[in-house]
C-alpha cells in the first residue's frame, strides 16, 4: 500500500481505538507509519481524513451484513427473511462494540460539523440502496431511487436506533423476529393486543 492507503487504514484504526474527535494527526502518523505532511498532501486536512475513514469503515461494515443467512435466501415469506436478515445485524451490532460507538459519536458531531454533516449526506442514498438491496435480496442496481428514498430510510431508522440501544441496554435489544411482530402488529393495527373484556387483568 501507498502512504494515502497507509493513512486510510490508520484513520480507521484510530476510529474504532480512539473515537473520531479525540484522534489527532499525530495519532493517525503513528497507526498508519507515515508522516505528517502526507496527511495534508493526500487528504487536504487531519479531519477530511477522519471523514473518509467514517465512510469507508461504514461501507466495509455494510458489505460484512450483505451476506444474507441462508434461512432467508429465497422464502416466500418476507416478514421470515426480514427477521433473518435483523438477526444477522443485530449479531454484528453486538459483536463490534467499538465500531457502533464510533458510528453513534459521530451522528451526535453533525449538528456542529458542516463537513461531517456534507460528507456523510452525500453517501446517505448510496446506504438506503444497499439496505434495501440487502433485505430484498437483490443487487444494489435493481433498487429503483424511490424505494431507496422511502424503504431505505424506514432500514436505516431502524438500523440506527438500534445502534443506540445496543449502547445503552444491550440486553434488551429485540431480535429479528421481534422486529417482524413489530412490523406485522403496526400494519394489521393490533399494537395494543385484543381488548380484554371489562374487569379482566
Sequence with gaps: MGHREDLLEGAKRCLLEKGYARTTA?????????NLASIGYHYGSKDALMRQAVIASSEEWGAGVGEVP?????TADPLERFAA???????RIGSEREFIAAQ???????????????????????????????????PDTEVDAESARVVGSFYQALLTGLMVQSLIRPE????????????????AGEVLGPEKPAGEE
Design 172 to 187: 434488551a435489544l429485540p431480535s429479528g423476529r421481534d422486529l417482524a411482530e413489530a412490523l406485522r402488529r403496526v400494519t
Design 70 to 74: 441462508a434461512a432467508a435466501d429465497g
Design 26 to 34: 499525530r495519532d493517525i502518523v503513528a497507526a498508519s507509519g507515515a
Design 104 to 138: 453513534v459519536e459521530v451522528l451526535g458531531l453533525l449538528p456542529r460539523d458542516a463537513g461531517l454533516r456534507e460528507a456523510i449526506g452525500e453517501v446517505l442514498p448510496e446506504g438506503n440502496e444497499g439496505l434495501v438491496a440487502i433485505f430484498e435480496g437483490v
Design 85 to 91: 436478515v435483523w438477526d444477522q445485524v443485530l449479531g
